[in-house]
């Protein structure tokens, strides 16, 4: 199995910045592509953003300007930097990786637990 732990949320101004982290491990095999995602209540999944084992990324128009994603594969890391932060980004955010681990070798998807992004106006 693989584990992924979301930390960085919090409360923000608008404007403001904030960086999320999410850390895999347990018995990993690979991590391929790694990806943050954000809900808010009564809407689906929202993609944000992702990076692939060998650093191409794709973001979602909402926020391009706006937040970065990056990875450390020495670390098993992905990152999430988010400036210029609005209330409207205001969701949990989600942690998910395509991995495998070291029973199966087989690639699934992984979910973090997620973590709360407020920002008030």
């Known amino acids: 199995q693989v584990q992924l732990v979301e930390s960085g949320g919090g409360l923000v101004q608008a404007g403001g910045s904030l960086r999320l982290s999410c850390v895999a491990s347990?018995?990993?095999?690979?991590?391929?592509?790694m990806s943050w995602y954000r809900q808010t209540a009564g809407k689906q999944r929202e993609l944000v953003a992702t990076i692939t084992v060998t650093g191409g990324v794709n973001v979602a128009d909402s926020v391009k300007d706006r937040f970065t994603i990056s990875r450390d594969n020495a670390q098993k890391e992905v990152y999430l930097q988010m400036n210029a932060l609005k209330p409207e980004d205001t969701a949990v955010y989600y942690c998910?990786?395509?991995?495998?681990?070291?029973?199966?070798?087989?690639?699934?998807?992984?979910w973090g637990q997620g973590t709360q992004v407020t920002v008030s106006a």
């Open positions: 347990g018995n990993i095999f690979n991590i391929n592509d």
């Open positions: 998910q990786a395509v991995a495998a681990d070291t029973f199966t070798t087989r690639p699934r998807s992984y």
